[in-house]
């Protein structure tokens, strides 16, 4: 309410003081005003040259030009002033201030107040973070939670227990940065547990998006230290030697697992299509879908009968292993041209163009991505993430 | 409801604009007074509803008010409360923000205190402004609305980029501004006399003082700029010949040259056509150079090309405002009478050159800065300008404008005397001689070129020192003559000595630190030490730090000479919560002689730091010029003969001491 009051206010008063002018009565014609302001100015400037005289810094026969030139600019003032004489009569001009008045000060109120409307977002109060701060205990809305813990944590760093409330939050949240500090912060300060370096590796492996990075193998192995049966450290490290190239020891992995895991188990599939993807003779025969990258790796499957190694990529010629990965890399653009939405499908792909030495490719996928992931916050970020990475300007 | 509140009032203060706009425009037409005084209480609305609007975006920034887009994107509640504020300004709509405000602050000015100039001038002024104020408000409005809210609002800021956290950049942008904005003042009242048809002596008397706040809000502004990235760059450089910066430097060039022909043409109303000209094109080049930091073209013109809405919008202002008054131009000008006559070798002459110089220079850096954009929007191939090219293009021709400063007060109107100007000069040609030898003495290295550099500036310092001189009969007059002579002398007179000096000091500063400059690239290890141009620089230990939104590795270093310690220097390594972003900051032992400047960088293997040490000879120079640039302005606007040329009444009431 107290909002509308301003408003109405705000725009009368401003209405009232525009249109006061027009309220007035007409004076008589004040025509020469103008030649009046710059005869003032003229006569200043002959005083002047007088002043400068009596000090000495102008001689007298400059002096005297001087003040021809200026009388010269006087009397032509004076001679144009009939000129602006002939104006309107103040009847004429009377035609047009009632219109004038009208239009502006309905126009005002009315626009200003449609335009607000609009665009604004009327009764939406204003939420300074204090007051989030001290509302947070009564209504729980998730980030003024998360506000709170954080102003907690910036004052007492050395609390483990809210490293370790606020790292799940953050992880769902898609900070994962904030998130692999968190678990790290908690592990520091309460010791290692297997949900912390769980979760701090996958914080990690998110940052990295996808690729399982040294620290996030080394809480793995710990993890097994600490968890001897546990399943997931061993699937991500067998991943991690495929992202390194092992294949073959990769393959390996991927076939123990695979033999140790219950029938029912839900990650069956996804170490079966790992592993189809290294070795076609395996996918053959396990009959399985290949996902989407390895479609576009089809005609090496081809090739493959030939070679029919696990590291069939690894062995062929220089040539035709570029021809191999020039083929995934077009694959996976083909697809994003039609569906731009996978963030990490983007990353991919721009740091692919950018190991291939493909710049100009690198930086147009960037900024398709951006084009295409405008909305999606979190995807972007990764992306501009990526970019700084890489140098690729922004 | 105050963010809400400040949206209404932007909204409401683009439409107060188009009043503005119309309602003088068409009194000045029909020639009805009344229509005509709804220009200043319109132009004052517009700056109280754009004050509004701004300072509710400022509350929102100091209450952390994460609701609003603006502030969720550019703030972080942890930033020090001065930075808050500052970041209204360090984004993109919160800077048009600002934009918008002291553009209606300068109409608002011209209102109030515009009581000397004829009311339809001042009414077409007002309306040429507002009609600027328009673009910009929609510009804002449409594209880059700081008002935008966010529901639900998320947690914390994504924090100002820290390498704006730092108090003379905080400020810089005002400034700058205030000196960019300021030139519309000149172009409006350019496009008011173009329409009016009517262009004379006391035009060029009313504009003056504007075109001088603007052009010491944005000398000031620049050195402002080149003051932070010396030592926040951690480079020891001060001036990088960076689109950023060039955007505001053609202004500049130009405006100083309006400033000059202005001057003429108040005089002897000569010059006329050629300073309405360069009144428009002073705001064409403010405008650009909006266009450029504004629009992204910057970053990448591929980033441009993606969201190309806010690039071409004000790529549509700048062509309709350069264009439109281009194109005024050339159907009025020839209807303008010409003015008096001179000789080259006058007062006149001398501003000319002086103009001609300033005028190429703008060109050279303009050419420098956008053909490197342009190729790489045509070819893709990205090219880097840099300074060879500004140093070859741009050194030369501030050397003739050099030389012929002194010679231009010193010369008469209409016809000088130029042998005399020479003889009167005798003593500044022998401070420069005596320049060049002692600096061949004392320095062996660097461009034999460098000495002559150093003499010039000597030789303009001198120069305006002898103006001055020469004006109060120093040695010739009596003590008592020269007192009362030198406290006669009007303000502007002094005005010119200070800038005129300013010139010199900066140059000097330029050649010296460019020239000798000492620079040591090392790793070091606590314990180390290394000689600095005759300091003794001893490493002697790093320690961990917490600032309010950062932590920091600060080294110490313990600075004798002569065997006597005068400073500890401590630069550190600063690295910001949000974004975690590394900052440097130097550590600075400023003496007359030069700056010693040290930075820390990375950790060596082997318990070592990269060390960068440098010692900037008389590097202080380049920023005191630009002061005393700034002060010159100041003394030169306070005099009374830039303000008056006003009604009877006022002026009756004015002291007129020892006239």
Redesign the interface.
Known sequence: MLFWILVALLVAGVTLAITRPLMRPAEPAATNVDADADIAVYKDQLKEIAADETRGTLAANEAEGARAEIARRLLRVAHDKPQSDAAPTVETRNHFILPVSLITSIALPVLSLGLYLAYGAPGMPGQPLDERLTEANNASKPNDLVAKVEQRLREHPEDGRGWDVIAPVYYAMGRFSDAATAYQNAIHLLGESPKRLQGFANARIRMENGIVPDDARKAFQRLLVLDPKAIEPRIWLALAKEQDGRLTEAAADYKTLLADAPADAPWRKVLEERLASLDPAHAAAGGKQADAANTAAAPSAQQGSAAPDASAVMSMSPEDRQAFITRMVDGLAARLKADGSDAAGWVKLIRAYQVLGRRDDAVKALSDARANLKGNQGGLAQVEELARQLGLGS | ?????G???L??A???AV?QVV?PA?GAH??????M??A???A??QLL?IA?AFFALMH?YV?????VLNVAENSH??KPLIYKMAGVWGNHEGSMLLWVLILALFGAAVALFGN??????KARVLSVQASIAVAFLLFS?LTS?P?V?L??????GNGLNPILQDPALAFHPPFLYTGYVGFSIAFSFAIAALIEG?I???WA??VRPWTLAAWMFLTIGISMGSWWAYYELGWGGWWFWDPVENASFMPWLAGTALLHSALVME???ALKIWTVLLAILTFSLSLMGTFIVRSGVL??V??F??DPARGVFILAILVFFTGGGLALFALRAKDIQPG?LFQPISREGSLVLNNLLLVTAAATVLVGTLYPMALEGLT?EKISVGPPFFNMTFGPLMIPLLIALPFGPLL???RGDLLGAMQRLAFAFLAALVTVVTVYAVEHRGPWLAPFGIALGVYVMAGAIIEWAN?V?LGSAGRDEIVR?AT???RSAYGTLFAHFGVGMLMVGIVATSAYREEHILAMKPGDRVMVDGYQVTFTKVERGRGPNYTEDIADFNVKRDGETVATLQPAKRLYDAPPQPTTEAGIHAAWRGDLYVVIGDAQPGGGYAVRAYFNPLVRFIWLGALFMFFGGGISLSDR?LR?????RT?AAMP?P??
């Not at chain 2, 209450?63 to 609701?67: E, G, H, I, L, Y």
């Not at chain 2, 000397?116 to 001038?121: H, K």
Request: no cysteine; glycine share 4%; charged share 25%.
């Open positions: 409801m105050i963010v809400e509140l949206h209404f009032a909204i409401l683009l439409l107060v009043v309602v068409f029909v020639r009805d007074e009344r229509m005084r709804v200043e209480p319109a004052i609305s509803l509004i929102a209450t952390s008010d994460f609701s509640s942890t000397n100039l004829p009311p339809t001038l409005l609305n008002f809210r529901d639900p609002a998320p947690p914390d009517r004379d002596a006391a008397r009313w005089k002897r109303e970053t990448s591929h980033s090309a993606v008096g893709g008469a109107w209409k004006r009969k002579r006669n002398l009007p003969r008056v040329g006003a009604p009877a002026r007129v020892a006239e």
